[in-house]
Structure formats: C-alpha cells, structure tokens
Nanobody, 117 residues
Framework: QVQLVESGGGLVQPGGSLKLSCAAS????????MGWYRQAPGKQRESVAV???????RYLSSVTGRFTISRDNAKNAVYLQMNSLKPEDTAVYYC???????????WGQGTQVTVSS
C-alpha cells in the first residue's frame, strides 16, 4: 500500500502563505490521482484540490485563485501552495493518493494548518 508523509503545516497570520508537501512511497504501485483534503473541528473532511497523473486539476470553490496544487510524478510528490490564507482555512490537511487501476486510496497522517492573528 502507498505510504504518504506530509510536511509544511504551521501557524500563519491571515493573508499569509504556506506550502504543503507530500511524499509518497509507492512500493511499485502506480498512482493516478493525488490530492489534498482538510478537516476542521466538528466538520466533515472535504476535498480541497486534486490533480491527476496527466495534470488535470480540480479545486474547492472557496480556495480557487488562492491555492495551487502541483505534482512531481518523478518524485511521487504533490504540493499545495496556499496564499491569502483565511481563518476559515484552519484545519488538519491530509494528503491522499489513489492507485491505478484499482482506485485504492491511501491517506497521510495529516498536518495542522492554523490561520490566526
């Protein structure tokens, strides 16, 4: 099974920026989609941004124009550049990877992002 390790979370002031990184150990598996999800206290986990192996991207409407997802297929890594952060972006952010062709999904352990003055 694919193993994912996130890094880059932290505390930032409103309007600031953070970049999350996620490195995948694939053990020979082929990864199709990679993405970032988040879960705030008392809320359901939601999809923030997803990128396909070919580079197609999809964003949560509330982060469009502020967040950018990118991917390095050679390194099996995915990144999330977060700009103009808002307090409502505060959450634990999880990396997700879905294998091809089984679509089996794996999750990272999560990294805390806190936006506060």
């Amino acid at each position: 099974q694919v193993q994912l390790v996130e890094s880059g979370g932290g505390l930032v002031q409103p309007g600031g920026s953070l970049k999350l990184s996620c490195a995948a150990s694939t053990y020979g598996a082929s990864i199709n989609y990679m993405g970032w999800y988040r879960q705030a206290p008392g809320k359901q986990r939601e999809s923030v941004a997803v990128i396909s192996q070919s580079g197609g991207k999809r964003y949560l409407s509330s982060v469009t124009g502020r967040f950018t997802i990118s991917r390095d297929n050679a390194k099996n890594a995915v990144y999330l550049q977060m700009n103009s952060l808002k307090p409502e972006d505060t959450a634990v952010y999880y990396c997700n990877a879905r294998e091809a062709p089984t679509d089996v999904g794996s999750w990272g352990q999560g990294t805390q992002v806190t936006v506060s003055s």
